[in-house]
């Protein structure tokens, strides 16, 4: 599974968050601590908010650890708001067209998690797609699918919903084709102001997000693991909520719906790293 994290706050340079700290999402890529693959290495990108309301995109096939360029980017280049990500792929095949983060216009997302069957669930989900936001599937993960279709059900103007009707639609697809649901998603994304995170899973089995307020001064941090040894800094996304923070940092949720037979939430631990 894949391992991520995302910054918002005053402008500081990537490096804090994806090489500096003795945890940092460039370590993770190679020993994960709160994943089934403890190695990320099907490549990686980084989308960041500056000047423009698009965001820069940088994304390659190579581990994260491998590519020079990175290392250099993410020292050079400061920005108040970045999403990274490195890949364990577990749909798609590497190439950097199903590496994250995904952009749209001013919109970034990124992923992690699985979707069960989804071979049988692609096309018909596919097929809910407008044909402009068709057009724009230039991979062949399920990751991506889930951005394009919370596109389709309105992410520009309410992100909460159209993350509630993503999930209604893959549980309706799982029925239609008659499989087990089996959807397993943590995502962050941002539309170039705010930063959006949740936490859903249908066997209550919940790919882990932690926040910290407090391990970069005046800063917000989500990532899939903690970036330092003090428990203390960090706390669990709760499960089956939609988080939202504003460029002042303020946090509002929303509890998104669960399904039936969903298990009850599965509270994360946090790691102490050595």
């Not at 990500?85 to 749909?91: L, M, N, Y």
């Not at 989804?118 to 399920?142: C, M, N």
Request: glycine letters at 6%.
């Amino acid at each position: 599974m894949c391992r991520l994290a995302a910054y918002l706050g005053p402008e500081r340079a990537l490096a804090d968050v994806i090489v500096a700290p003795k945890h940092s999402l460039l370590v993770q890529a190679q020993d994960a601590q709160e994943a089934k693959l403890a190695v990320n290495g099907d490549g990686f990108g980084i989308a960041w908010y500056g000047t423009r309301p698009d965001p820069g995109l940088y994304k390659d096939v190579l581990p994260a650890w491998s590519d020079r360029n990175l290392l250099n980017l993410c020292t050079h280049i400061s920005a108040p708001l970045f999403l990274a990500h490195v890949r364990a792929s577990t749909e798609g095949e590497t190439s950097r067209t199903n590496c994250h983060p995904f952009t749209y216009e001013n919109w970034s997302f990124m992923h992690n998690g699985q979707t069960g069957s989804f071979a049988k669930l692609r096309r018909p989900l596919e097929a809910v797609l407008s044909d402009d936001l068709y057009a724009l599937r230039t991979g062949s993960t399920d990751s991506e699918l889930i951005f394009l279709l919370m596109l389709q059900f309105g992410l520009q103007d309410s992100p909460d919903q159209a993350c509630r009707a993503v999930i209604a639609q893959f549980h309706k697809a799982a029925e239609e084709q008659n499989v087990v649901p089996f959807f397993r998603m943590t995502c962050v994304l941002s539309d170039g102001q705010n930063l959006y995170g949740f936490r859903y899973a249908s066997d209550g089995r919940y790919p882990t997000l932690y926040m910290s307020r407090s391990f970069l001064s005046g800063g917000l941090v989500l990532a899939s693991e903690p970036l330092d040894a003090n428990s203390a800094n960090w706390q669990p996304v709760a499960p089956n909520q939609f988080v939202c923070f504003g460029a002042d940092q303020a946090q509002s949720s929303t509890t998104l719906p669960l399904a039936p037979n969903d298990h009850a939430p599965v509270e994360s631990t946090l790691i102490k790293l050595v």
